[in-house]
């Protein structure tokens, strides 16, 4: 008889593979989250919102700034940072993707610091009411979306699984 230490099995973790389909999943649900509470904010500004505050370009620049670090984040892979990436001409290119990685952060980082100050200087600082204030704060929510969103699908495309094997010639 097999004896064990507790009365009921430890659960399977999820394979690999498992965790990163639902990382790029929950990662493109959080973007379309983001982009939704902003798209949200610009009609009903445009056709439901009385008042003469509506969204303008000013509030669309944190959001681009957004996507575009987003784009640029995920464009670098993960094995060209670490510094055993070497070009065939002998040069260590491990030092340029880590400065398009920090531009990325960077534009991310600014489109979040963009989205508060919108919000502070557009619609908390003149002390409009809610349904106007809530144009600011959906931009703001929107930025934290897709930085989270674009952290999750960072970490879930490079997810190293233990029988990943990279042929080179």
């Given at each position: 008889m097999e004896?064990?230490?507790f009365r009921?099995?430890?659960?399977?973790l999820p394979s690999a593979q498992t965790l990163r389909i639902f990382g790029v999943y929950s990662s493109g649900g959080l973007f379309a989250l983001g982009i939704w509470f902003f798209l949200?904010?610009?009609i009903f500004s445009k056709y439901a919102n009385?008042?003469?505050v509506h969204v303008q370009f000013v509030d669309w620049i944190p959001s681009i700034c957004s996507v575009l670090g987003m784009i640029v984040i995920n464009s670098i892979e993960k094995a060209r940072l670490s510094a055993e990436s070497f070009s065939f001409s002998g040069s260590n290119d491990a030092w340029k993707a880590?400065?398009?990685l920090f531009l990325g952060f960077a534009l991310m980082a600014g489109g979040l610091a963009g989205s508060?100050?919108?919000l502070v200087l557009k619609y908390v600082v003149p002390e409009y009411p809610f349904p106007t204030l809530?144009?600011?704060i959906a931009n703001v929510v929107a930025n934290s979306l897709i930085m989270l969103s674009t952290v999750v699908l960072w970490v879930s495309q490079n997810f190293e699984d233990e029988?990943?094997?990279s042929l080179a010639l």
């Open positions: 004896s064990r230490l009921f099995p430890l659960p399977t949200d904010a610009a009385p008042g003469t880590r400065l398009v508060v100050c919108v809530y144009f600011g029988y990943n094997y």
